[in-house]
Nanobody, 124 residues
């Protein structure tokens, strides 16, 4: 399974941005997909997750009002819509997949497949 994230960039606070992650190779083995982020000098943390086939998204409490995860199975793509961006959202964002279908967030130790990161920088 390969995951290819894209969509990062330099944004001003208050703007919106949508990240995309194309999933390829063995998608029938995936149970859950999600997004993580790693800010400078900090550990990687979960952001959101969603079952690959059906089901709702799950979020870190602090982000659920501004972020939305979705998937398009026909396009084999997972999205992260980020609204009202803040400087503290600055991070490298990673998409990830787990072979198990989960109800709730994924954590780093759950992840079977990582994509490369895409950098989001939010200026004040």
């Amino acid at each position: 399974v390969q995951l290819q994230a894209s969509g990062g960039g330099l944004m001003q606070a208050g703007n919106s941005l949508r990240l995309s992650c194309i999933v390829s190779g063995g998608t029938n083995t995936i149970g859950t997909v999600g997004w993580f982020r790693q800010a400078p000098g900090k550990e990687r943390e979960p952001v959101a997750a969603i079952p690959w086939r059906g089901g709702i998204g799950y979020y870190v409490d602090s982000l659920k009002a501004r972020f939305t995860i979705s998937r398009d199975n026909a396009k084999k793509t997972v999205y992260l819509q980020m609204n009202s961006l803040k400087p503290e959202d600055t991070a490298v964002y990673y998409c990830a997949a787990d072979s198990r279908r989960r109800v709730g967030l994924m954590y780093s130790f759950d992840v079977d497949y990582w994509g490369q990161g895409t950098l989001v920088t939010v200026s004040s």
